[in-house]
């Protein structure tokens, strides 16, 4: 019987069943296409106690965390976010020399480094020991291990509490949020703050992002169930920030509880916002299923066509979610040929489970195709000014996600 993995309730309802497909992350080489893989199921439930939506934890952080394949420097438009949040971040806690900042699953450095640039003290905690090297190459101090109560004492020992403990896009992955959560307050101050960024199940549920569950993707937040979460390591969120990361994501501000305070306007609105969507009760998780099998309809009949008038589509980007949603639709070469990132690494690998080539991103302006789909969709403003050569040749670009949009990259407007 599957439980809660926050309250220990067994009243799970379910919210997507997106089938069974491999973790998102294990790219094949070359000599692994003729090799079985491994999938685990993909059912997305909501706990209608606590109303933390949640996978099932079928893999464990250290099957993927210890080699990781993504490498958050290759999005330029993320480090200039983390370069944001930091100057934010010094001038709104007044950190200085004096200071002490740790960021849990800091991955290559990218936060970090502009920590390190303003002269305060800093130290990454990170699993996956190839972008952890990379971290200290960029010159960011950086421990490479998971975080528990034992990690959060270790690091506290040497160096002292944290006056800001930072976790961008890591609360989701961990399937033990109770242990990792009394981590966070063993690395906080008594009278320091913590912050988290983690994608809002409001938009991931009302603009139908389903690609971004996957398995490394244990749990999704509201604010309502992170302040739960929170609650259970002695933390309490005093504010929120609304973000365009990731589709749409929130800024978690949390203190312990003896210092935190009344939260702010701006969470309670945004509590209010997710009662009024019906994402505090059951009802508001009733149409996602079937919003689903609309994007998937759309794109596969895209895609046939095009195919069917020989035209060529390629696609940008292998990001995870680019992999949940390969598979949920059973796009295959014969539809989707190949196709690029920036990130070396996957260069020369194949999706997991479509088997697609991933190629450098100079094919695309060797093969000139007529369609480019965009797999990392969040990241649109960004990748159509990266990809406005595609117009050269007549090329467009493929948004799957909302719903299916046909761009033209000169002038950014819908074609179909």
């Not at 759309?298 to 949940?324: C, D, I, M, S, W």
Request: proline share 6%.
């Amino acid at each position: 019987m599957l439980t809660c993995r926050l309250c220990g309730s067994e009243r799970l309802a379910d919210v997507a069943d997106l089938g069974a497909t491999p973790p998102c992350e294990r790219f094949l080489t070359a000599a692994q296409r003729d090799e079985p893989e491994q999938t685990y199921p993909l059912h997305l439930r909501v706990c209608t106690e606590c109303w933390l939506s949640q996978l099932p934890p079928l893999i464990t952080p250290e099957e993927t965390f210890t080699e990781y394949a993504y490498f958050s420097s290759y999005s330029s438009s993320w480090v200039e976010h983390a370069e944001r949040f930091v100057s934010g971040a010094v001038q709104r806690l007044g950190l200085g020399g004096d200071s002490f900042v740790v960021e849990v699953a800091s991955n290559d450095g990218y936060l970090l480094q502009h920590v390190v640039r303003q002269g305060i003290g800093c130290l990454g905690i990170e699993p996956s020991g190839n972008v952890g090297r990379a971290a200290r190459e960029r010159g960011v101090p950086t421990l490479t291990a998971f975080l528990d109560e034992a990690t959060a004492e270790r690091v506290r020992k040497a160096h002292g509490p944290a006056d800001l403990v930072v976790a961008n896009n890591v609360y989701a992955h961990i399937p033990d949020v109770l242990g990792f959560t009394r981590g966070l307050r063993g690395l906080v101050a008594d009278d320091g703050w913590v912050s988290i960024e983690v994608q809002h199940l409001l938009t991931l549920i009302e603009l139908t992002q389903y690609d971004t569950i996957y398995h490394e993707h244990f749990q999704y937040y509201t604010v309502a169930s992170a302040q739960r979460a929170l609650a259970t390591g002695g933390l309490a969120v005093v504010d929120v920030e609304l973000l365009p990361t990731h589709g749409g994501s929130i800024r978690l501000w949390a203190r312990p509880v003896a210092v935190a305070g009344e939260p702010s306007t701006r969470m309670l609105d945004v509590l209010a916002r997710e009662k009024a969507a019906g994402l505090h009760e059951q009802s508001g998780y009733a149409e996602f299923g079937r919003r689903i099998a609309t994007v998937r309809r759309e794109l596969l009949g895209f895609l046939v066509q095009a195919a069917e008038e020989g035209r060529t589509v390629v696609g940008y980007g292998a990001p995870g979610k680019g992999n949940t949603l390969l598979n949920h639709c059973g796009i295959r070469p014969d539809l989707l040929a190949y196709t690029v990132d920036r990130n070396p690494y996957k260069h020369g690998r194949y999706t997991p489970g479509t088997r697609i080539p991933i190629l450098a991103p100079e094919r695309i302006a060797e093969d000139r195709p007529d369609y480019v789909l965009v797999l990392p969709w969040n990241l649109r403003a960004e990748l159509t000014e990266q990809l406005a050569y595609v117009a050269e040749w007549g090329g467009r670009l493929v948004f799957p996600i909302p719903r299916l949009e046909v761009v033209d990259p000169a002038r950014t407007e819908v074609s179909r």
